[in-house]
């Protein structure tokens, strides 16, 4: 397995449910680490052979700067449907900071992982 991840991805949206935050964009930063068999690609060289992770960071671009959430919870679960949706991708983990969510503290962050069984 190869682990691929993708660090501190800075998005802004709308996220929370008090009216300042329905009313600004807000930055969250997001990481994820997905692994896949990735045999086929690093033998070959192959880009047809390999999980094309600029596509799936230009989807989660799309579906997080085009959308509201109400918790941090909701966009986490959505950005690791997502990046589960690649068949090829057998465990993925998602974690997503919202930054000066509390006072005192340098962010709040959720986290949720995704695995599915290895194909026999």
């Known amino acids: ?7 501190n991805l800075r998005l802004r949206t709308y996220i929370g449910f008090n009216d300042e935050e329905r009313r600004k964009r807000q930055d969250v930063v997001i990481n994820i680490r997905f692994d896949y068999q990735a045999d086929r690609a690093a033998d070959s060289d192959d880009v047809a052979h390999a999980v094309n992770y600029r596509t799936i960071t230009k989807q989660i671009i799309a579906l997080v700067e085009g959308n509201s959430f109400l918790l941090l919870e909701k966009l ?3 950005v690791l449907e997502l990046v589960m949706r690649q068949p090829e991708i057998r465990f993925a983990e998602v974690e997503i900071d919202k930054p000066h969510a509390l006072r005192f503290s340098d962010s709040v962050s959720a986290r949720l992982s995704a695995s599915r069984d290895t194909p026999d």
Request: net charge positive; no cysteine; hydrophobic share 50%.
């Open 76 to 78: 986490t679960a959505e």
């Open 1 to 7: 397995m190869l682990t691929i991840r993708i660090k």
